[in-house]
């Protein structure tokens, strides 16, 4: 049966259980709703691919609740993404981190003979009720509430509708603003200003550009 519960005292601390017993949870974001897990857990994160039919050679972004527990995860944001994360954290932006060797995240992307070789996507969504989760749950390695190449879901329900009872729960906190997903940049040294854009979403291509050049320094 599917569980979906209002975002309250009561659900969270649901969640926080299902996500320590290796369930996975689907939560509202600041752009669509996603499906979460322990990033550490490749149990939890192959329910994840299984759920969604994802092919297994995509990746899954995780998202925290600050760019200050990067440290704790053994992730560091190389330059320019330090600054461009200042300027878009948090928010709909998502930057690739440089995981290093002692990284616990099961999520870690790695690529022989690349520089570097051990990467992972972060976030921070700009949305209180994902930070309420987060700071209860921990990070949580997520991907859009849907099937593989659907649409995104907007609303618990039409997550469920797209899910079913695959997840553990659904934790409902109204409709989200979507459709637009997060805007990935990757460090690049022979890409345009340093960069390379992965994914232009909800933040355009030219407005993360021009935070590049702009002589005054992010907050």
């Known amino acids: 049966m599917v569980r979906i519960m209002p975002i309250d005292e009561t659900s969270l601390a649901v969640a926080a259980d299902t996500i320590r017993s290796g369930g996975i949870v689907v939560l509202p974001t600041d752009t669509v709703y996603g499906v979460a897990c322990d990033p550490r857990n490749r149990d939890a994160v192959a ?26 995860y053994a992730l560091e944001l190389p330059v320019p993404l330090d600054r461009l994360s200042r300027a878009f954290l948090p928010g709909a932006f998502s930057p690739i981190c ?23 996507g972060i976030r921070v969504p700009d949305s209180e009720d994902t930070l309420r989760i987060l700071r209860v ?78 002589p005054t320094p992010a907050a």
Do not use: M, W
């Open 47 to 72: 329910r994840i691919f299984a759920a969604k039919h994802r092919p297994a050679a995509k990746t899954l972004q995780v998202l925290f609740s600050s760019v200050d527990e990067l440290a704790d």
């Open 98 to 120: 440089i995981a290093r060797d002692d990284c616990p995240l099961v999520t870690v992307r790695t690529v022989a003979n690349a520089h570097p070789s051990r990467t992972q």
């Open 137 to 214: 749950t921990g990070p949580l390695a997520a991907s859009s509430a849907n099937l593989s190449g659907g649409e995104s879901a907007q609303t618990a329900r039409q997550a469920a509708d797209a899910l079913g009872d695959s997840v553990d729960l659904y934790l409902d906190g109204g409709p989200t603003p979507g459709p637009l997903s997060s805007t990935v940049v990757a460090s690049d040294v022979h890409g345009r200003d340093g960069i390379a854009i992965l994914r232009e979403g909800v933040i355009d291509q030219r407005t993360i550009r021009q935070a590049l050049h702009d």
